[in-house]
């Protein structure tokens, strides 16, 4: 049995994108949340361990070259910048950074989820009410 709103297998994270958990769409305030709490450059790879910390993950790495797209578009749109970051030794990583409208954007992601919340609500009692039943409080898992 797992939970819907923390899967806890890759397996759960599988299943839980066909029932919308892991939106794509909800890469883009993941990442600008992360690179905004850490307030500094960071590499691709640290932004994917923190994602995989995140809410939206749940302790399971999200995929990182979709990560890596997102990031890819968020500077297209001016989100994020990046720069290589080429030490003396070892490879060279690209790091990113939030910019003043990465920030912007962020904070409409924050009214955005709101109303997705209250859209989930909607829809929730609409499926309750063609079911005939109460809106459930908590969710129930079938597995």
């Known amino acids: 049995m797992w939970s819907a709103c923390k899967p806890k297998s890759e397996n759960d994270l ?14 883009q305030p993941t990442v600008l949340t992360v690179l905004a709490a850490e307030n500094r450059p960071m590499h691709g790879y640290i932004i994917v ?7 939206m993950f749940g302790g399971n790495k999200p995929d990182a070259a979709g990560i890596y797209r997102t990031l890819k578009r968020m500077e297209e749109a001016g989100l994020v910048t990046s720069s290589w970051d ?12 939030l910019t ?12 955005s989820l709101a109303c997705y919340c209250e859209t989930i609500q909607d829809l ?8 005939g ?3 459930p409080d908590t969710p129930f898992c079938l597995h």
Do not use: N, Y
């Open 14 to 27: 599988k299943e839980c994108a066909e029932l919308g958990k892991s939106l794509s769409r909800m890469s």
């Open 49 to 55: 361990q923190k994602a995989a910390e995140s809410p």
């Open 86 to 97: 080429t030490p003396q030794s070892g490879a060279a990583k690209r790091e990113f950074e």
């Open 100 to 111: 003043e409208q990465g920030r912007i954007c962020l904070r409409r992601w924050i009214d």
């Open 124 to 131: 929730r009692k609409a499926a309750s009410d063609a079911l």
């Open 133 to 135: 039943i109460e809106v």
